[in-house]
């Protein structure tokens, strides 16, 4: 540890700011845990519980009594994977083309790209809903995965990445070699984007997956609702299963805390940069 | 790549070459060229198209739509031109002015704490932790990427009045934070503030990242205290950066819905006294089935949005926008 490591007491003082800033930021996730193993008379029991329960087993299976949850658990998966997927292979393929790429109207077009971000989003709520339902895909997935199947913040972080990490003497020698353009996309591009791909993949599956309004206003049948909008059709004023309801909370949540654990400091660094250079 | 045109296109440039290629090389060729020309177009094609079905043409029919009354089950024959009626039906409707003074409210009450605390906060994360920080930025971020659903759903049982956690903290008589008007404006501000604290730091941080280290070591050698160089070194060179996320806030704040619509809901009688300017929009189209109003008052709002935007913008100057706000 150099010099700076040693605790001073102003050291400590900040040491203890910033360590009680991150238990108030945790807290409430360490009591949607605890609660989800608690039975809904012990979590407004006072004092609150701060440690776990052994109903975890019985909230679950009041959840799937209430909600046909497995159900929307599939749809989430279904519509968060199938979004990822169409914006790895669109977005690289888009920024594929803006990176390496001369064509007429270039400079116009990826600035369109970059402006079409600055929309905000309320101001197509109504109108998404109207033309879904013209298209009569209301209730249907494909309301929630096609239209952003392209999103302009991965077009413009596949571009980046393929424009500095891709030599393009490696192109160029795949096309010498008698490429086609696809070729050279798939088989020469597309395997040395892993760590873009990686990054763009999890900020898509995270947004698909917490998206609320989306689902908000082209699910409207139940047994198609997300893990959201299942959860939050379940609170009732006077008599919510809050066990049960912090149990579907918990499994909602743990596999975005988990991939978040392990790609931490990759997915801040995509986010902000996304933000910071848009 | 430069001159092999030539060799494709004229017969007599052919000439000179030894095996001249044959015909079916020569298409073959010929067609990888227009095939490098078009690719691009294809390539970026999917973006532009889903950008045409879904982004524009949804707003172009949006100003359309603001522009007429219309009986959304009776079908598109039955909209019926009223100008501009819809944007002064929704300006007098005293539900508008006051959505808008609630989204104003939250903007602020929410808004101001998150820079006044993030700003320092990254100020102390980056000049005093080395080896813990990427778990404490980790730390800080994770609420914002958790659904907001879940995050309504647990501060509505912490903050219930006669067992939640909070009151139980709390000394004093129980507040009753979600079922009062007053406390539960704060307890949106609150959630909003926890939500997005992180995000400012991870801002803040990666503009403080960008200020040389011997700026902080000249100053500490003319003996500035560690708040006086965050206050006359750090500050003044995050202006650009601070210009850039109160503006992400604003803009953010101002379209707030999320978080008031899920912590009280919409049937309760304080859904009034938390309702956005959105959420009012939500509410004209789905509740009451008036999409041209509903889209009068969300053009209505966008103004709103450009005009602050714009007024932050000439409140900071021209210095404070600097590189990273372009």
Known sequence: ?278 | MHDSRNTLTSDSAIAPLPPAPSQAQAARARWRKRARKLAPYAFISPFFILFAVFGLFPLLFSIWLSLHQWDAPAGLAAMHWVGLENYWYALTDPWFSKSLLTTLWFAVASGVPQHLVALPLAFLIHTTLKRSRNFVVGAYFVPYITSSVAVALIFTTLFSKDFGVINAILPGPPIDWLGDAFWARITVAIVVFWRYLGWNVVLYLSALQVIPGDLYEAATLDGASRWQQFRHVALPLLRPMMFFAITLTLIGNLQLFEEPFILIPPDSGLAIDVMTTAMFMYRMAFSDGDFGTASAVSWLLFFLIAALTYGNARLFGKEGTGDVAR
């Open chain 1, 1 to 278: 540890m150099s010099h700076a490591e040693r605790l001073t007491p102003s050291r400590v003082m900040t040491l203890a700011l910033v360590g009680a800033g991150v238990v108030l930021l945790a807290a409430p996730f360490w009591f949607t845990f605890v609660f989800a193993t608690q039975a809904r008379a012990d979590i407004f029991r006072s004092p609150p519980p701060l440690w776990f329960g052994t109903h975890f087993l019985s909230n679950v299976q009041l959840l799937l009594e209430r909600l046909p949850f497995w159900r929307n658990l599939g749809m989430s998966l279904y519509v968060a994977t199938m979004t990822t997927a169409l914006n790895l292979l669109l977005c690289a393929l888009a920024g594929y083309a803006f990176a390496v790429h001369e064509f007429a109207g270039k400079k116009i077009l990826f600035a369109l790209v970059v402006g079409s971000m600055m929309l905000p989003s309320f101001l197509n709520m109504i109108p998404t809903f109207l033309v879904m339902d013209l298209f009569g895909w209301i209730d249907t997935p494909r309301a929630l995965y096609v239209p952003g199947a392209a999103g302009a913040l991965g077009i413009f972080l596949m571009r980046q990445y393929i424009g500095s990490a891709i030599p393009r003497d490696l192109i160029d020698a795949a096309r010498m070699d008698g490429c086609g353009e696809l070729r050279t996309f798939w088989s020469v591009v597309m395997p040395l984007c892993g760590p873009a791909l990686g990054t763009l993949g999890l900020i898509t599956f995270i947004n698909a997956w917490n998206n609320f309004v989306g689902p908000l206003v082209v699910m409207h049948n139940a047994d198609d609702y997300t893990v959201p909008l299942a959860l939050r059709s379940m609170q009732s004023p006077n008599n919510t299963e809050w066990g049960a309801l912090m149990a579907g909370s918990a499994i909602a949540m743990l596999p975005l805390l988990v991939a978040f654990v392990f790609s931490a400091r990759r997915l801040v660094a995509g986010l902000t940069a996304g933000a910071v250079r848009g």
